[in-house]
């Protein structure tokens, strides 16, 4: 079913336990491999375990299992609309929010319905539509999840969109709430991966938004909490590490170097993205890479050999992406 079609209605036959726990497992496996796997294999898998569960649907389903088939249909939406954009297609990501948002009110989880916004926040905030990431990740307050991290990480989001709009106290108490929501953790014993924003992920963000803040002490706490994401993430197990978050804790240190002049401190961390991400590029990591590209041409250092070396490198990485993989894909 595409995306943008209206969800099916249930009525009471078949679509029993054994299937749908199938599907869930399905859905909860990739769900937790997510972060440190292709992602275009795993959109193509969510998209027929997704075909699936609507089909199921679109049958008739007995009252008791028709909840559960939404929430595993929105679970796959949902990390649809990651991996679109994770494949540089915003517009199927958003088209994927809208109907995960729908199944979950379809299955009456809150905890769906949080994670849901705050990935719309997301896609928003990379689109340059940072009112909309903040009104998003506003709204995703009013689904309070009960468990795990979704409440963090909206928190998070917001600040980042109230910094990149110049707001420092709106970012200030969105991460305080941010810090307030960690410490309520109660843990979902569900699928981790992807529906998961770790301590090291939340130093991240609060580095994001202190770069964006700037200021002599703005540019100190971004250096200060990319560092300790760095070192959060280099814990992780080399299989299981999370690599486009850490290439983009990375990026981060290297855009506070970039503006402390340090042309090889900066190079340093873009060397290692670059080695990192080519088996695993996401469109973040590749906007990232571009506006630290357009940030080295209004460095005072721009002539530089080693900024322009730099430059280069971050062309060459970024060109080579080419065309999304979704595109001409059914949605």
Same mark, same amino acid.
């Given at each position: 079913?595409?995306?943008?079609?209206?969800?099916?209605?249930?009525?009471?036959?078949?679509?029993?336990?054994?299937?749908?726990?199938?599907?869930?497992?399905?859905?909860?496996?990739?769900?937790?491999?997510?972060?440190?796997?292709?992602?275009?294999?795993?959109?193509?898998?969510?998209?027929?375990?997704?075909?699936?569960?609507?089909?199921?649907?679109?049958?008739?389903?007995?009252?008791?299992?028709?909840?559960?088939?939404?929430?595993?249909?929105?679970?796959?939406?949902?990390?649809?609309?990651?991996?679109?954009?994770?494949?540089?297609?915003?517009?199927?990501?958003?088209?994927?929010?809208?109907?995960?948002?729908?199944?979950?009110?379809?299955?009456?989880?809150?905890?769906?319905?949080?994670?849901?916004?705050?990935?719309?926040?997301?896609?928003?905030?990379?689109?340059?539509?940072?009112?909309?990431?903040?009104?998003?990740?506003?709204?995703?307050?009013?689904?309070?999840?009960?468990?795990?991290?979704?409440?963090?990480r909206l928190a998070a989001l917001e600040a980042r969109a109230h910094a990149r709009l110049g707001d420092?106290?709106?970012?200030?108490?969105?991460?305080?709430?941010?810090?307030?929501?960690?410490?309520?953790?109660?843990?979902?014993?569900?699928?981790?991966?992807?529906?998961?924003?770790?301590?090291?992920?939340?130093y991240a963000y609060a580095s994001s938004t202190a770069l964006w803040l700037g200021g002599q002490v703005?540019?100190?706490?971004?250096?200060?909490?990319?560092?300790?994401?760095?070192?959060?993430?280099?814990?992780?197990?080399?299989?299981?590490?999370?690599?486009?978050?850490?290439?983009?804790?990375?990026?981060?240190? @290297? $855009? /506070?170097? =970039? *503006?402390?002049?340090?042309?090889?401190?900066? %190079?340093? &961390?873009?060397?290692?993205? #670059?080695?990192?991400?080519?088996?695993?590029?996401?469109?973040?990591?590749?906007?990232?890479?571009?506006?630290?590209?357009?940030?080295?041409?209004?460095?005072?250092?721009?002539?530089?050999? @080693? $900024? /322009?070396? =730099? *430059?280069?490198?971050?062309?060459?990485?970024? %060109?080579? &992406?080419?065309?999304?993989? #979704?595109?001409?894909?059914?949605?």
């Open positions: 079913m595409p995306a943008t079609e209206p969800l099916p209605t249930t009525r009471p036959r078949h679509g029993g336990p054994q299937n749908l726990d199938r599907v869930r497992a399905d859905v909860a496996r990739i769900i937790e491999s997510y972060p440190h796997e292709r992602v275009f294999p795993l959109y193509v898998e969510l998209r027929d375990l997704r075909d699936r569960a609507f089909k199921v649907l679109e049958r008739r389903v007995p009252a008791e299992h028709a909840r559960d088939w939404f929430h595993t249909a929105g679970l796959a939406c949902a990390a649809m609309a990651n991996a679109a954009f994770d494949l540089g297609h915003p517009l199927a990501a958003e088209a994927q929010a809208r109907t995960a948002f729908q199944c979950a009110e379809q299955a009456g989880d809150n905890a769906l319905r949080c994670w849901i916004r705050g990935t719309q926040s997301l896609v928003a905030y990379w689109e340059d539509r940072c009112r909309d990431a903040v009104e998003l990740a506003r709204d995703g307050r009013h689904h309070p999840p009960g468990s795990g991290t979704a409440a963090v420092a106290h709106a970012a200030e108490r969105a991460l305080t709430r941010a810090e307030q929501a960690r410490e309520e953790v109660v843990d979902t014993g569900g699928p981790a991966g992807l529906l998961e924003f770790p301590v090291a992920k939340q703005g540019l100190a706490r971004a250096e200060r909490d990319a560092i300790t994401a760095i070192a959060g993430y280099a814990q992780e197990l080399e299989p299981h590490r999370r690599v486009g978050e850490l290439c983009l804790a990375r990026l981060d240190l @290297a $855009a /506070v170097r =970039l *503006r402390g002049r340090d042309l090889e401190g900066a %190079a340093e &961390q873009v060397d290692l993205v #670059l080695a990192a991400a080519t088996s695993r590029r996401t469109e973040a990591v590749l906007r990232r890479l571009r506006r630290l590209g357009k940030a080295l041409e209004r460095t005072p250092l721009q002539a530089a050999p @080693a $900024a /322009v070396q =730099l *430059r280069d490198k971050i062309g060459s990485f970024c %060109a080579a &992406q080419g065309v999304s993989p #979704l595109v001409g894909q059914p949605l």
